[in-house]
């Protein structure tokens, strides 16, 4: 039976928990109120365990959510020294192929449906807690490395590019954890809210911080505006870090009535940078700790601030302590890409080591293909991808610098810039707009002519009803652009056929 003196860093951690708090609840499903307690939790990991001896594997996959019933998997993982992989259901078939053909492993992967599309063998029947699974077994297409597998593999989500398989040893995720706790003091009294799910990293945060505090975890996956409001409220939530996505579409209801997040202790906005009207009405009008991180899957947090009241909020602060940030190559005007110095580093990409080598400076930071900029004070701004910059009309625009203005115009809930290829000026800057029913197309445009420099005033403008999102909750910047140009090409050849 493990003890508090197991070997593995996370499994000990989360003893800690158990032993100190057995009968707590740790996780609970925001939906339907089910729950495990600690004690719960840990007699399930322990007899999960038995999967990896029964097929000999030395790793565990899992199409879609886990809920309540399979959760305790990531624990049975750190317990015995084997690997967890969290997989999107809502990855296309091809993609889910590609990523398990990549573990050098003989891996075990739980679904609810069945997925012939992915596998060539036929499934078994694996049953967890209340629950029966598809289990299908995996040889490795791969040798294996000499090292005992990672603890956790894990995609970038997707809006970066090209999706890599993340690698992190169980005393990094220790790291990580206990690097989130410290800056937000987290502890035990905490009930904390994520509505990120398990594939993307800000959900395992959640979970880890939550499950090695001994704080409580409701969780909400997918999101939805009505069913987080309601899980704040009903389990008195005290903490949570959300996509700025989820925040964009919360606003109306936190404008309203800014009460319904009364029960916080913090809130942490994260991922891309808040709305910062909606920053300077939250401090406001409420009274816990409002922050805003910078980071990224490879690094964790890399800045940090807490905002105070009187506060300029368009910043995403400084370097946290274990961190260091830089701008290189830093041009005449301070801006160029972020790199990240921490000692949070994942553990690299796996087997693909030229991608992390490229990725790290001879000196030890990673490129985080971010732009941005220092302002007077030393506190980080955020600008975009690399990727994200375009030209037009021969100079050089930052998206998130016509965003940001935009987004302070009344009735503006969420905005896109983005570039329009066109043959005399290179590319066009187009901006979408997703805004109240009352939202004035030239009054919007008369004050962006005021606001911003005549070369960065968007040449055409698009009201939409709805931007799409990643399954993670961010925006799919490249799902709405093919939307949006796509109908201007439809659009173009009804006029030619009409002339």
Same mark, same amino acid.
């Given at each position: 039976?493990?003890?508090?003196?197991?070997?593995?860093?996370?499994?000990?951690?989360? #003893?800690?928990?158990?032993?100190?708090?057995?009968?707590?609840?740790?996780?609970?499903?925001?939906?339907?109120?089910?729950?495990?307690?600690?004690?719960?939790?840990?007699?399930?990991?322990?007899?999960?365990?038995?999967?990896?001896?029964?097929?000999?594997?030395?790793?565990?996959?899992? =199409?879609?959510?886990?809920?309540?019933?399979?959760?305790?998997?990531?624990?049975?993982?750190?317990?015995? *020294?084997?690997?967890?992989?969290?997989?999107?259901?809502?990855?296309?078939?091809?993609? =889910?192929?590609?990523?398990?053909?990549?573990?050098?492993?003989?891996?075990?992967?739980?679904?609810?449906?069945?997925?012939?599309?992915? /596998?060539?063998?036929?499934?078994?029947?694996?049953?967890?807690?209340?629950?029966?699974? /598809?289990?299908?077994?995996?040889?490795?297409?791969?040798?294996?490395?000499?090292?005992?597998?990672?603890?956790?593999?894990?995609?970038?989500?997707?809006?970066?590019?090209?999706?890599?398989?993340?690698?992190?040893?169980?005393?990094?995720?220790?790291?990580?954890?206990?690097?989130?706790?410290?800056?937000?003091?987290?502890?035990?009294?905490?009930?904390?809210?994520?509505?990120?799910?398990?594939?993307?990293?800000?959900?395992?945060?959640?979970? $880890?911080?939550?499950?090695?505090?001994?704080?409580?975890?409701?969780?909400?996956?997918? &999101? *939805?505006?009505?069913?987080?409001?309601?899980?704040?409220?009903?389990?008195?939530?005290? $903490?949570?870090?959300?996509?700025?996505?989820?925040?964009?579409?919360?606003?109306?209801?936190?404008?309203?009535?800014?009460?319904?997040?009364? %029960? /916080?202790?913090?809130?942490?906005?994260?991922?891309?940078?808040?709305?910062?009207?909606?920053?300077?009405?939250?401090?406001?009008?409420?009274?816990?700790?409002?922050?805003?991180?910078?980071?990224?899957?490879?690094?964790?947090?890399? %800045?940090?601030?807490?905002?105070?009241?009187?506060?300029?909020?368009?910043?995403?602060?400084?370097?946290?302590?274990?961190?260091?940030?830089?701008?290189?190559?830093?041009?005449?005007?301070?801006?160029?890409?972020?790199?990240?110095?921490?000692?949070?580093?994942?553990?690299? #990409?796996?087997?693909?080591?030229?991608?992390?080598?490229?990725?790290?400076?001879?000196?030890?930071? &990673?490129?985080?293909?971010?732009?941005?900029?220092?302002?007077?004070?030393?506190?980080?701004?955020?600008?975009?991808?690399?990727?994200?910059?375009?030209?037009?009309?021969?100079?050089? =625009? $930052?998206?998130?610098?016509?965003?940001?203005?935009?987004?302070?115009?009344?009735?503006?809930?969420?905005?896109?810039?983005?570039?329009?290829?066109?043959?005399?000026?290179? *590319?066009?800057?187009?901006?979408?707009?997703?805004?109240?029913?009352?939202?004035?197309?030239?009054?919007?445009?008369?004050?962006?002519?005021?606001?911003?420099?005549? *070369?960065?005033?968007?040449?055409?403008?698009?009201?939409?009803?709805? $931007?799409?999102?990643?399954?993670?909750?961010?925006?799919?910047?490249?799902?709405?652009?093919?939307?949006?140009?796509?109908?201007?090409?439809?659009?173009?050849?009804?006029?030619?056929?009409?002339?």
């Amino acid at each position: 039976m493990p003890d508090e003196n197991h070997s593995t860093p996370i499994w000990s951690r989360f #003893y800690q928990s158990v032993t100190a708090q057995s009968k707590k609840p740790a996780i609970i499903d925001a939906l339907d109120g089910s729950s495990l307690t600690y004690g719960e939790l840990n007699q399930a990991a322990i007899t999960f365990q038995t999967l990896f001896e029964e097929f000999r594997i030395d790793a565990i996959a899992i =199409i879609g959510e886990p809920d309540l019933d399979a959760i305790p998997l990531v624990l049975s993982c750190a317990l015995v *020294n084997k690997c967890f992989i969290p997989l999107s259901q809502d990855d296309p078939s091809s993609r =889910i192929r590609q990523v398990l053909d990549q573990i050098p492993y003989r891996t075990g992967t739980l679904s609810l449906r069945e997925v012939p599309e992915v /596998f060539d063998s036929a499934p078994r029947r694996v049953k967890l807690g209340r629950k029966s699974y /598809f289990f299908y077994l995996k040889n490795a297409k791969t040798t294996a490395p000499d090292l005992a597998p990672p603890y956790l593999l894990t995609q970038s989500s997707g809006s970066t590019g090209e999706p890599k398989l993340i690698a992190f040893a169980q005393g990094t995720k220790v790291r990580r954890t206990d690097q989130s706790i410290e800056l937000f003091s987290v502890t035990h009294q905490d009930v904390i809210l994520s509505s990120s799910p398990l594939h993307h990293s800000l959900g395992q945060r959640h979970l $880890f911080v939550a499950l090695l505090s001994g704080a409580t975890l409701v969780k909400l996956s997918p &999101f *939805n505006p009505i069913a987080w409001l309601e899980a704040v409220k009903r389990f008195a939530v005290s $903490f949570a870090i959300p996509v700025s996505t989820h925040l964009k579409i919360l606003r109306p209801e936190l404008e309203r009535d800014p009460s319904v997040l009364s %029960t /916080f202790r913090c809130l942490v906005a994260s991922s891309a940078t808040a709305d910062a009207d909606l920053k300077a009405r939250l401090l406001k009008n409420t009274d816990f700790e409002l922050w805003e991180i910078y980071g990224m899957t490879e690094t964790a947090c890399a %800045t940090a601030v807490r905002f105070s009241k009187t506060e300029n909020v368009s910043h995403v602060g400084k370097a946290i302590s274990g961190t260091n940030i830089r701008i290189s190559p830093d041009s005449e005007e301070g801006q160029g890409e972020i790199e990240v110095l921490s000692d949070c580093l994942c553990d690299g #990409y796996l087997n693909n080591d030229s991608l992390w080598e490229s990725s790290i400076t001879e000196d030890g930071y &990673f490129r985080s293909g971010d732009l941005g900029y220092f302002d007077d004070n030393e506190n980080l701004v955020f600008l975009g991808r690399t990727t994200e910059s375009f030209e037009s009309c021969g100079l050089l =625009i $930052f998206p998130a610098e016509i965003e940001r203005v935009a987004s302070k115009f009344p009735g503006v809930r969420d905005c896109v810039a983005f570039p329009i290829p066109n043959e005399i000026f290179g *590319n066009l800057i187009a901006l979408a707009v997703l805004g109240d029913a009352d939202l004035g197309r030239r009054d919007l445009l008369a004050y962006l002519r005021e606001e911003l420099s005549k *070369n960065k005033v968007p040449a055409q403008l698009f009201i939409q009803q709805a $931007f799409p999102t990643l399954p993670s909750g961010k925006l799919d910047k490249h799902k709405l652009m093919r939307e949006i140009l796509d109908g201007q090409a439809i659009l173009s050849k009804s006029a030619e056929a009409k002339s």
